[in-house]
């Protein structure tokens, strides 16, 4: 599971969890109807942000069916997102899935540095669709999300020192921007494509910039390109980039046409800069005491402990692995868990959380009160 908007589920107060938790199961459904059941590794948290938005325009949150007994929800059943807006988000997902998969085969890292994972074609997820996206039912021509990401490779090969950072973003941002906006015609409000865009382009610009920072340390160590390595730009201003993509999501959140915002209201202008603090490390967790940093032991005053290497796991184990750190909620509950396949420590979802309100009072819902610090949300 990947993505930047990993919200802790103790702040998704007032029914905003079970809300989420519906996009999440609805995307990974609409994956598996839409494109095949490979497909489903594609649910990411990034792209179920499509399906909130859809919904939260059309104000449609009560359209909900029951999906079936599910390993990953415990054998449970749930009601889950269904509908344009859900299948959208899968479509979304398998382009940043093709992006993901494009990197790390560029990059020779992880399980794709191996054969035969290594020799599938770099445009696109090793996890052939059963069938194309349904373009004329979405309305939307996937051909400007796929061009995108084709032309990330000719973007960086051409990044030198002193190339700005946004001109690397750029085909990232079109992507998004495109991705966003379209859930204003899908939701019957035009007039909303014009903010949703923005909120996109800026979107797809912090999604890009996050995942450079998180990875600049084992890009470095490993020889792999990094954009901010490439540009030479330094961490400050990279922050300050972060920091403005934020607020100018904020503010074209502003102008959107919501008929129930709540949730995409906590994810884009609540939990995006929780990620910033995330990828910088200036996250504090306020509900865990003597937290350890990543590499180190509590109360050990910060003196790093190298984790002990250990070979990455094959392809069937390291699926048996991934099933079980699902099935028993690992991924977002534990402090740290090992990655299923590379056997890195990884860092739970939910670790950073500091559950709070950030001002906004338990079960206020957040979308209209006059303290959150939304300029003026």
């Not at 107060?13 to 594609?42: I, Y």
């Amino acid at each position: 599971m990947f993505g930047i908007v990993r919200p802790c589920t103790h702040r998704l107060t007032g029914g905003l969890k079970a809300e989420w938790m519906a996009h999440l199961c609805g995307l990974c459904l609409a994956l598996r109807a839409d494109h095949g059941q490979s497909a489903r590794v594609a649910t990411n948290y990034d792209g179920l942000l499509v399906s909130v938005l859809t919904e939260a325009q059309a104000g449609t949150a009560g359209a909900r069916r029951t999906a079936g007994p599910c390993p990953l929800r415990a054998m449970r059943t749930a009601p889950v997102a269904h509908g344009e807006g859900a299948r959208l988000a899968a479509a979304v997902s398998l382009v940043l899935a093709s992006a993901k998969v494009r990197d790390h085969v560029a990059d020779g890292d992880g399980l794709l540095a191996r054969r035969p994972l290594a020799a599938a074609p770099a445009g696109g997820p090793p996890l052939g669709p059963r069938r194309s996206p349904r373009r004329r039912e979405l309305g939307l021509d996937t051909a400007v999300l796929l061009d995108a990401v084709g032309r990330q490779s000719a973007v960086e090969a051409l990044a030198r020192p002193g190339t700005p950072l946004t001109a690397v973003t750029e085909p990232t941002e079109t992507a998004t921007a495109a991705a966003f906006a379209h859930t204003a015609v899908l939701a019957g409000k035009p007039h909303n494509a014009a903010p949703l865009a923005e909120a996109g382009r800026l979107f797809g610009r912090l999604a890009h910039l996050l995942d450079a920072v998180e990875d600049r340390e084992a890009d470095r160590a490993a020889g792999v390109w990094n954009p901010l390595a490439a540009t030479g730009t330094p961490l400050a201003e990279a922050r300050r980039l972060a920091d403005d993509a934020v607020h100018g999501i904020r503010l074209a959140l502003r102008d959107v046409d919501f008929a129930d915002g709540r949730l995409a209201h906590r994810l884009l202008a609540h939990e995006l800069p929780r990620s910033v603090d995330r990828a910088f490390g200036t996250a504090a967790c306020g509900h865990r005491s003597g937290h350890a940093a990543p590499g180190t032991t509590a109360g050990s005053g910060g003196d790093r402990h190298p984790f002990p290497h250990k070979p990455p796991r094959g392809l069937l184990a390291g699926c048996a692995a991934f099933a079980l750190l699902c099935c028993t909620c690992r991924m977002c509950c534990a402090e740290e868990y090992e990655g299923p396949w590379s056997r890195k420590k990884r860092e739970g979802c939910c670790r950073d959380c500091d559950c709070g309100c950030d001002g906004c009072g338990e079960g206020c819902g957040c979308g209209d009160c006059c303290c959150c610090p939304c300029d003026g949300c």
